[in-house]
């Protein structure tokens, strides 16, 4: 170390000890915790990621209660649905439903009677006045729950799933919707081809050991060419129930999203279940939806396993709020107007340096395989990617071609400055 590295400056441990907030935190999460705290400060200015001067309020930063292993980031990635960064974010009202709910709340009291009431109606009854004819819903607690509890409830342990080959996905982390069906107890009845499978093929497995039909929309990846696939409607016809589990949670159709399939239109074909993510196109909290005949939906309600699949009073009341929004974050970013994202990269670029290029996002979180979101990013040297990541917040980019890529995308406006402060930061620490 020489006279001019400014590691030379960074505070002794004992004098930061002696910090009044720090030796208050102290006796409420323990001496061992602050001096971990600060030990990792110290780490952090000493390989550079922040300065000297930065190293007391970064162990403040670092202490728990103040900032859980569970930080807030910026997403730079261009990756709407971004399954390492939590999804779907919420969106302001339902992030202030999930505060209220926090506390004592009218999760099943019904403040009229003073009686115990229905657990998450409102959230029912507002699903069920999006959907066609007398569909009724459930929630549980995310897409595999639905798909789960919706085999067990209507085929049964024993019985017959009938399900194409070509949708016997694996949905991530090494978890695969067929394991999910058989460990329910179902017995797994693949029919037809990777590429294609005919209405003949459905109608000479389905008999008497049939529990139901699954429809499973391969979300995560395209097949294209020689394929194909009997449609909703043509299953319906073969006398046994019919799960469709559409996996993104959209409840009506997109036409931004051709591709992607929707509750309404497979309720309106015929399909006696649609099971869906809460928190992929939906954008709202992690959570599984079933919906569909009512007399299904009941019997799944009073099935044993939903108790075990329930969702807790935060995630009905996100829920909630989710769907009275106009427009959630997850719809504002996918839909994001170019220009707009265009000059607010120039804005960026100008600050930091840094050249603006054209950066396509995506969906993500396993939804709408190739569609491109057109848009802009401000390419800065790669070797920014760490340091940015260890920031607080953390600003994850995308490193291409040797460049890190910041696409402001899905970083809500008004974290612009915020994220270009974190940019100049590393930038001269
Ligand atoms: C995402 C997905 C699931 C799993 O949903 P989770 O909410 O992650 O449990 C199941 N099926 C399909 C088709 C999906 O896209």
Redesign the pocket.
Known sequence: MTETDPRRHIPRTDRLLADPRLRAASTGVGQARVRAAVRAAQDRARSGVIAPGAVLEEALALLPGRAGAIRPVLNATGVVVHTNLGRAPLSPTAVEAVVRAAGYATVEYDVASGRRGPRGAAVLDALSAVLPGDARALVLN??????LLAVTAVAGPGREVVVSRGEL?E??DGFR?PDLMASAGARLREVGTTNRTRLADYAGAVGPDTGCIVR?????FRVDGFVGTPDVEELTGLGVPVVV????GLLAPDPALPEEPDATTALRRGASLV?A????LLGGP???LVLGDPDLVERLRRHPMARALRVDKLTLAALEATLREATVPVTAYRTADPDTLRARADVLAQRVGGRVRRHDGVVG???APGVVLPGWAVAVPADLAGPLRAGDPPVVGRVVDGELLLDLRCVPEDQDRTLARQVEAVLSP
């Open positions: 995310n897409g595999a729950a639905a798909l996905v949905i991530g919707l499973i929309h391969p979300s995560n589990d559409i996996g993104s099971t993510s809460g928190d992929k992690q959570a599984g979180g396993g939804g």
